[in-house]
Every structure is written in C-alpha cells, then in structure tokens.
Nanobody
Framework: QMQLVESGGGSVQTGDSLRLSCAAS????????MGWFRQAPGKEREFVGV????????YYSDSVKGRFSVSRDNAKSAVFLQMDSLKPEDTAVYYC????????????????WGQGTSVTVSS
C-alpha cells in the first residue's frame, strides 16, 4: 500500500528556486525507491530523478543534473525535489513516484504515482 501526495508547485521566474514535497502514507516507505517524473503540455512523461531505498543513491536526467536534487526523509515518509536555476523548459506537472523494485528512468516501471503538482517558469 502506497499513496503519494505532492505539494510545493507554483509560478516562478527564470532563475528562481522551488522545493517540491511528496508525502507518502505507505507503512513500508523506507523499502521503496522514490523518484520524480514530469510532463509538459503535449509531451510524454520525462524522467527527472530517483533515489534508491537501499543505499540512497541518486540518479538524474541530463536536463536537470546539477540544478535539481532528490532527497528523502524516511522518518517523515517524505521525498523532496529541490529545483534551482529554473528555466522555462522546466514548466510541467511534476509527479512523485514509488516502486518496490525499480529505480529506472522508465515511467512504466513505477507502480505508484501521485496526482501531480504544477510548476510554471516564466522567462
């Protein structure tokens, strides 16, 4: 059982920062790989970043590497996405994801998804 709720989205300007949060209700949160995807209007879902459950290693897409950071707090059953130096191309709905087995870049490998939170970056 895993339920995810994202928050923290909003409208900002180029160069600003946002921190997205994902609250999980699962009883075994610490055993899940946790990640973030995003989807811009008219485009497919895109991998953003992931953090593994066993060793806490993180992986990022090339488009956000060096600007975004994924972290988790197992005691609070929460995952975060720190977004710095935001660009207009970061505009999208951001989804928190979880899976017991996979930490891949493919959306079809994740069993649990949040409802999404919208991020708009103006130039």
């Amino acid at each position: 059982q895993m339920q995810l709720v994202e928050s923290g989205g909003g409208s900002v300007q180029t160069g600003d920062s946002l921190r997205l949060s994902c609250a999980a209700s699962g009883r075994t949160f610490s055993q899940y790989n946790m990640g973030w995807f995003r989807q811009a209007p008219g485009k497919e879902r895109e991998f953003v970043g992931v953090i593994t459950w066993n060793d806490g290693r993180t992986y990022y897409s090339d488009s956000v590497k060096g600007r975004f950071s994924v972290s988790r707090d197992n005691a609070k059953s929460a995952v975060f996405l720190q977004m710095d130096s935001l660009k207009p191309e970061d505009t999208a709905v951001y989804y928190c994801v979880a899976d017991l087995y996979s930490s891949s870049t493919r959306p079809q490998d994740y069993d649990h998804w949040g409802q999404g939170t919208s991020v708009t970056v103006s130039s």
